[in-house]
């Protein structure tokens, strides 16, 4: 194989540490974790700024929710992506560098090699023609530099009706309903435009791409399905099946570089090309490449370590960038309404990300989560609602759990994000309490059951009804406390009473394993289900969502104490607990169970709590991936918060303390403080024997955001056997 001298790979490939002199900090993240396991992670392995718009990665067959499987030829490069979900949309605008000139959807796939990945910069070598493609993002646009043999038939195929959703996951049944493409040789550019329905969004959204080349083609062209037409400069149809687009060919001595930049934009190809303008002026790839690698190690620096080993440096600094990917600041390409306020989009969806994302936000990058916040209330004053998804643009009404932006805003504000009108914010919380905990699906509204949720304090037996009441009686919990900070006592009352009726779907009768007492499905009668405790509830099919009785039984993050008290008591709770974390029957790498480790704490058994956090670190967490979807950042902050000693109960002020895995951590807080966490941690040392904030003894598993952000210093002494320290604290009253 031909060996090209790419001087960045060098560079790439003498990274030794993170955070150490003369070291990048993103150079430590290794883009292709999440996306070579086999545990769906379904990371993207293609660079993006963070929050950035673009995001351009190989595309490949069967390649899942992300585009790209690393066992199948590259077909080419889609420009945008949703990382880490269980359900996909975008890869659209296919750019496929090839000797020759195939533009079939399946026939010009290329084995590749040599792949770099870091967060700016991709490279990866096309076998089977012997192109070098390296890639660059800015933040709504992006470079390549593809490296040619001799050859008079080097050529770029762009592909305007490619997706995700249609071609690599035909089952989601995406549908392209137009595309066009066009090329201009005189000026050297592109311009492509897609409008697509299905994935996430469901409902029709438009996407456009400009694109310039810097090197003269001997030929331009357009295409559509097997037809190619020489000299062609536009071609345009309604979605009939077919793809289409354009092509340019050049005749390139040996290692010769022909660059292509490109951005993307939902408001229309005038102004991908303000964009393009505006970011990339020049051709310098370099340039492109120092400045993202500048801005990620200014974003990765915010949380610094010290790790034991070299592989938890790695799989930290990963976490920690997927964790700063979405959702994504489009506040100059905003294609719904005029406004001042910030436009954030691709919420993917607020269910999975307010447990661990957001809060992250909030302790390493206040300025991007006040900017979330403003973005949340200009969406409710134009669409009247904020939904759990909102990706492309588009609101998706169906909501996996709860109203969840509910916890996205009350976690902030009890933390004292600044710059936000927190009386505007609260409009939409109270939106959600006082108008609806009503449910958004279909089969759900014509039964109706999802509207006694209010009257009953429960919601009779339907699709998603037990794990929406207790998502839905959190929710009012998490409400209760902002009504509260902001004097409005009424909702407060009537909240807080409404939180506690989760209890009505406790049955004390249900039995499982020995163990008697968990959540049910309860009838329109009042009667209950009796629904096997063990039995996954599956995606949008049963009274619960993507988990079973066994894990939904212990999430009550807000009432703790009387959950304890219905299991027995606190011995009898651990017990039961540790039981079914050993028989694999409570699920804890999954959002409904990203608490559960967490709810030993409660019944003094911090021991046990540090010792299955670290099981999860330690046994899902490595170089190939993480124990399951990623979900937009939310594994990947689970792993963040974990591995520096501390976790948040979103949506409250506290968080839980646990062994650390580095012997050092510091963070960069909002006031520009930095809080430095040390410990004497091992492969062993999984248990907390003693703690000190500041010099004075800390005895509480517990520790309010307040006394967090103001410390300077938190050491842990850690041991290899079991402590009593922590045990016999409450949690903090708020």
């Not at 991709?122 to 470079?143: M, N």
């Not at 099981?615 to 190939?624: A, N, W």
Request: glycine share 10%; aromatic share 12%.
């Amino acid at each position: 194989m031909r060996v090209i001298p790419f001087t960045i790979v060098l560079a790439c490939m003498a990274v030794a540490g993170c955070g150490r002199s003369g070291v990048h900090l993103a150079d430590c993240v290794d883009t292709r974790i999440g996306v070579i396991d086999r545990r769906a992670s379904n990371c993207v392995i293609g660079p993006q700024l963070p929050y950035g718009s673009i995001n351009p990665s190989p595309q490949t067959h069967k390649g899942g929710t992300d585009g790209y499987n690393p066992e199948y030829p590259i077909d080419g490069f889609g420009q945008l992506h949703v990382s880490g979900t269980g359900w996909s949309t975008y890869g659209h605008f296919l750019v496929s560098p090839q000797t020759g000139l195939d533009v079939s959807t399946s026939g010009h796939g290329s084995v590749h090699s040599g792949d770099v990945t870091r967060p700016y910069y991709y490279r990866t070598e096309l076998d089977r023609y012997g192109i070098g493609v390296e890639i660059a993002p800015s933040h709504y646009s992006a470079i390549y530099r593809l490296t040619y043999p001799a050859s008079d038939s080097s050529s770029v195929v762009f592909d305007a009706s490619q997706s995700i959703a249609a071609d690599i996951m035909p089952e989601i049944h995406g549908k392209v309903l137009e595309s066009s493409a066009s090329i201009d040789p005189e000026s050297r550019t592109i311009s492509m435009s897609i409008r697509f329905s299905g994935g996430w969004p469901g409902g029709p959204y438009w996407l456009y791409l400009a694109g310039e080349y810097d090197t003269p083609a001997v030929e331009t062209g357009v295409w559509k399905g097997d037809r190619v037409i020489p000299g062609g400069t536009e071609i345009s149809f309604p979605g009939d099946g077919e793809h289409l687009g354009a092509y340019c060919r050049f005749s390139t001595a040996e290692g010769q570089q022909v660059k292509l930049k490109v951005a993307i934009s939902f408001t229309g190809i005038e102004k991908a090309r303000e964009l393009l303008e505006n970011e990339i002026p020049h051709w310098n790839f370099d340039k492109v490449v120092k400045q993202g690698r500048d801005i990620w190690d200014a974003k990765l620096g915010s949380i610094e370590v010290e790790p034991v080993s070299e592989e938890d440096r790695t799989v930290f600094c990963s976490a920690f960038y997927r964790a700063l990917t979405l959702a994504r600041d489009r506040s100059e390409d905003n294609s719904k309404w005029e406004s001042d306020l910030p436009f954030w989009d691709d919420n993917y969806a607020f269910w999975d990300t307010f447990r661990t994302a957001y809060p992250l936000l909030t302790l390493v990058d206040e300025p991007a989560m006040r900017d979330n916040l403003l973005a949340l209330i200009d969406r409710y004053r134009h669409n009247g609602c904020v939904y759990d998804g909102f990706v492309a643009g588009i609101d998706r009404p169906g909501e996996q759990g709860g109203n969840d932006v509910d916890h996205v805003i009350v976690d902030a504000y009890l933390k004292g994000v600044r710059g936000v009108d927190w009386d505007a914010a609260y409009e939409i919380v109270r939106h959600n309490a006082m108008e609806r905990r009503i449910g958004h699906h279909k089969k759900n509204e014509t039964e109706g059951c999802f509207s006694r949720y209010k009257e009953l304090g429960w919601i009779p037996e339907c699709v998603m009804s037990s794990s929406q009441t207790l998502e839905f009686a959190y929710n009012d919990y998490s409400a209760a406390l902002m009504a509260k900070g902001l004097g409005h006592e009424d909702d407060c009352r009537l909240l807080m009473e409404r939180s506690r009726k989760w209890v009505n779907l406790w049955n004390p009768d249900l039995e499982s394993h020995g163990y008697r007492g968990f959540i049910d499905a309860r009838k329109e009668d009042g009667s209950f289900s009796f629904i096997d405790p063990v039995r996954y509830g599956g995606f949008w099919s049963s009274p619960f969502y993507e988990a079973s009785s066994w894990t939904y039984s212990y999430y009550v993050p807000h009432d703790m104490d009387r959950l304890i008290e219905l299991m027995g008591g606190a011995e009898k709770f651990a017990e039961r607990l540790e039981y079914g974390f050993r028989k694999r029957l409570t699920q804890y790498v999954n959002e409904p169970g990203f608490l559960t480790p967490r709810a030993f704490v409660h019944a003094g058994r911090v021991d046990l709590s540090s010792y299955w956090v670290h099981q999860i670190m330690e046994k899902g967490f490595d170089l190939k991936g993480y124990p399951g979807n990623d979900d937009t950042g939310s594994m990947g902050s689970w792993f963040v918060f974990s591995s520096i000693g501390f976790f948040p109960n979103a949506g409250q002020d506290y968080y839980y303390l646990n062994a650390p895995l580095f012997t050092r951590s510091r963070i960069r807080l909002p006031d520009g403080h930095i809080l430095t966490i040390t410990s004497n941690a091992s492969e062993d040392n999984v248990y907390i024997a003693s703690c000190k904030i500041d010099g004075r003894e800390w005895n509480s598993p517990f520790i309010l955001h307040r006394d967090l952000v103001s410390a300077h210093t938190i050491e842990f002494t850690l041991s290899d056997v079991p402590t009593e320290w922590g045990g016999g604290h409450r949690q903090p009253e708020l």
